[in-house]
Every structure is written in C-alpha cells, then in structure tokens.
C-alpha cells in the first residue's frame, strides 16, 4: 500500500499536487439474519458509516484518500462471512486538481 496516494506520478511531473478526498456510496447486501451483527462490524470499520438497512440491503459511503483505499475497503466488506454482494453504487472526489492545467 503506498504511503500517501494523493501523491500521483502525473502531480509530480506537473510540479505539484493537490489532496484529495473519494466518497462511495455502496449497497452491501447480507443474509437477512445477520443484517444487525453486520451493521456493528461495518460501522467499526475506518472510513465506513451506515445510512440505511432494512431486509438484506445495508446502504454505507466509504471515504478516504484515493480509489484504491476505497476498493479495498469494498474488497473486505465483500469477503465478510454473511455478505452476499457489495457493489459500488457512486464515487465523489473532492479537492481533485484541474486536469486541464
């Protein structure tokens, strides 16, 4: 895992870099059963806050420094005993740098 993934090859050769910030909204679906015992686990995890869960649907954003660290976040929710599917549902960058520079 890189040290700091706003720091991009491109920043560097253009003099400089900007912070940014990635906000996901994900749908985790679970066995029905364990809904409430995933929620806890979910909402333990860094960068990860719960907004909705009814039925086999828990609705989550992940934030943090770049896509990378948001996959992966999304990789180990995917691979939760009790999870049937996470699936990525929208990506908001924040602090981006103007590409047209």
Same mark, same amino acid.
């Given at each position: 895992m890189r040290e700091n993934p706003a720091i991009t090859r491109r920043s560097l050769?253009? /003099?400089g870099f900007q912070a940014r910030h990635h $906000? *996901? *909204?994900a749908v985790v679906v679970v066995l029905p059963a364990r809904r409430e015992e995933l929620s806890r686990r979910l909402a333990e995890m860094p960068g990860?806050?719960?907004h909705a869960g009814k039925g086999s649907r828990i609705v989550v954003? $992940?934030?943090?420094p770049g896509s990378g660290m948001l996959g992966e976040t999304l990789t180990t929710i995917s691979m939760m005993d009790g999870v $049937? &599917? &996470?699936n990525m549902v929208f990506e908001h960058i924040e /602090?981006?740098?103007d590409e047209s520079k």
């Open positions: 050769l253009k /003099g $906000i *996901s *909204s990860v806050e719960i954003t $992940i934030e943090g $049937i &599917a &996470a /602090g981006r740098e």
